[in-house]
């Protein structure tokens, strides 16, 4: 019986149904620390959001990791390379929530709703607010994955014309026009809206910058939704001071917890979220589609999904 770890709050009636379903395996799950350090000792198969080189160390018999993350670049590649194991990722369990915070952000900026419950607190009645359309506005989608495709097709339902950038310029579907990675200047010179969902890598680590914040159509938003280490924090601080960013929303930065000392705090046109667009009531119900199937796989029944290309990082 391989022995499955998995270092996560799940449920009783999903260990019940995994252990039902897959009887040949050997399933324990906890959320203490000390207890996971015992017991991955033993583990051939750990599932987690976190996996670091301690860990790594102390798991003489681990062959896969699953993570329930869709980014791994914390997670220490190069052992895990070195190793052998095999590292699969959780692409495609956000598309679904994390697409809806994005139409519900999309929104609320077009409405000014943000601006109206402002008002509300301070008991001022302003009709004036400025109410905008997302119908016919450009969307710029920076990360055409599981996740931007799913925001480009509900975006272009409402009517917005979408375009994007990613590693290379091939069609993607709802997507009016493709620009590679080398090319992503003309997403910023084009969008009202923007939105980051590049992974992080060596490639990407704080590739935002001042550089791409001047191109910003006057008027247009920020959104970054992806990984924090993409975006330059200090040159997002000064886009948002100067105005050429009319309203950001974040829900990731290159530190986090996001510093006291941020003058990203101050900023009285940005809206922070606390890294929680990715989370949902529904998260594992969806990750368990790719945990099934990728059990499977491990004792040899098809291919492994979401495997995880250790040399680009994703």
Known sequence: MANVLIYHNITEHHLKYLKEKFPDYNFYSCTDKEEMEREIESAEVFISFTFTEEMLKSADHLKWVQALSAGVDSFPLSAIKERGIILTNGRGIHKIHMAEYAIGVLIMLARNFYLMYEKQRNKVWDPKVHQGEI????????????????????????????????????????????YSQEAMEEVFKKSDYIINLLPG?????????????????????????????????????????????????????????????????????????????????????????????NLAAFKGKGDYVNLVNIDKGY
């Open 201 to 293: 890598t060596k490639n990407t680590n704080k590739i935002i910058d001042k550089k791409y914040f001047a191109l910003m159509k006057e008027g247009a938003c920020f959104i970054n939704m992806g990984r924090g280490s993409t975006v330059n924090d200090e040159d997002f601080a000064e886009a948002l001071k100067n105005g050429k960013i009319r309203i950001g929303v974040s829900d990731v930065f290159y530190k986090e917890p996001l510093p006291e000392s941020s003058p990203l705090w101050d900023a009285d046109n940005l809206i922070i979220t606390p890294h929680i667009c990715g989370q949902s009531d529904r998260y594992f119900d969806r990750a368990l589609e790719i945990i099934e199937h």
């Open 135 to 178: 119908n016919g506005a450009t969307l710029g989608i920076l990360g055409l994955g599981s996740i931007g495709s799913e925001i480009a097709q509900k975006a272009s339902f409402l009517g917005m014309h979408v375009i994007g950038a990613k590693r290379d310029s091939t069609a993607v579907p709802y997507v009016e026009k493709v």
